[in-house]
């Protein structure tokens, strides 16, 4: 017993009148405008761009904020070391 299917032939027996003909060659898009000066056009915008780009702007925020804060904390813990260390210089004179 066999489980490999037998292939079909290739006729299902209608006539080929009865299939919808196909298409002989693609659509013809119409050109793009050039714009003077080299520039590509600008058109319609789509969601996902503009949603990829803001949330491209967020991150780009979101790390700058976070370096920041860790620069501004690196710094505000050596100016708290050298204020103590100065205190404790006094102390010893």
């Known amino acids: 017993m066999s ?5 079909r032939p ?3 027996g ?5 299939l919808p003909s196909m298409p002989t060659s693609r659509p013809r898009r ?9 520039a590509v056009p600008s058109g ?6 503009s949603a990829v780009t ?4 967020l ?6 904020l976070v370096g920041a804060s860790g620069l501004w904390n690196t ?7 050298r204020s103590a260390a100065a205190g404790v210089s006094d102390v010893v004179r």
């Open 3 to 7: 489980f490999v299917r037998k292939p």
């Open 44 to 49: 319609p915008r789509s969601s996902w761009a």
């Open 59 to 64: 991150g780009l925020v979101l790390i700058l």
């Open 30 to 38: 119409e050109p793009r405008p050039v714009a003077r000066g080299g």
């Open 54 to 57: 803001a949330l491209a702007a």
């Open 75 to 81: 710094l505000a813990r050596d100016w708290q070391f």
């Open 14 to 18: 209608q006539s080929a009148a009865a």
């Open 10 to 12: 290739y006729s299902s």
